[in-house]
């Protein structure tokens, strides 16, 4: 079935430094991928998307490209803030499973200043 | 533009009892899913609904119900509330463009069962 998994946290960085988060995915058809944060107490935000394979989801900063042929979405910031201090999330939507979302277990980053 | 809303926004039951947690999708989105958030996991899908009708179901009990009215707002049951059913309930609205969807999540309902 299908499935996300990202790298395990929790992840500490400075301020200013790069940022990397894994996430792989397994999935039967062409999905969609997604990068959600979450900030203490609140709902999931939509960070960034991207739909096919070779597409750049992009917002604030961040970065994710989809690789097909690693079956990968990393995030990517090149410069953290104290403010980027979340949860991640990794995600994707299926067609053949009618875009049902699975969600990876969240990468939780703190950022120091 | 108004978000996804749900209320309440915290909820406190014993077990045994009942809980309807109610949700209302952004404007014109037609689809609603909710998720359960246990502390420390990420969403797991409970179900999806498409203009009125249940279009996905997870792996969660029959305890579990849902429903949408055709505001497309939609409610979750929960029955015979066990400890275990504590968590943040997500609600998502969503959108369909070129056969690609984009769910857009409300700040949750937190339930917690004693």
């Known amino acids: 079935g299908d499935s996300v998994t990202q790298m395990e946290g929790p992840v500490t960085l400075s301020e200013e430094a790069f940022l990397t988060i894994n996430c792989t995915y397994t999935a039967t058809g062409y999905p969609s991928l997604f990068w959600y944060v979450q900030y203490p107490g609140e709902g999931l935000q939509l960070l960034l998307k991207?739909?096919?394979?070779?597409d750049k989801g992009s917002n604030k900063g961040f970065e994710a490209t989809y690789r097909k042929e690693t079956t990968s979405f990393h995030l990517e910031k090149g410069s953290v803030q104290v403010s980027d201090s979340a949860v991640y999330f990794c995600a994707l939507s299926d067609t053949v499973t009618g875009n049902q979302f699975y969600f990876g277990t969240g990468t939780s980053l703190t950022v120091i200043p | 533009d108004a978000g996804v809303t749900q209320s309440p926004t915290h909820l406190i039951k014993t077990r045994g009892q009942h809980v309807t947690l109610r949700c209302s999708p952004i404007?014109?989105?037609?689809?609603v899913s909710w998720y359960q958030q246990v502390l420390g996991q990420g969403p797991q899908f409970i179900f999806q609904y498409y203009e009125k009708e249940e279009r996905g179901r997870g792996n969660f009990p029959d305890r579990f119900s849902a429903r949408q009215f055709p505001n497309y707002s939609s409610e979750l049951n929960v029955n015979a509330l066990l400890l275990g059913d504590s968590a943040l309930y997500l609600c998502a609205s969503s959108f369909e463009r070129g056969g690609r969807v984009t769910q857009y999540f409300g700040p949750g309902t937190r339930l917690t069962v004693l």
């Open positions: 991207a739909t096919k394979a070779d």
């Open positions: 404007s014109g989105h037609k689809s």
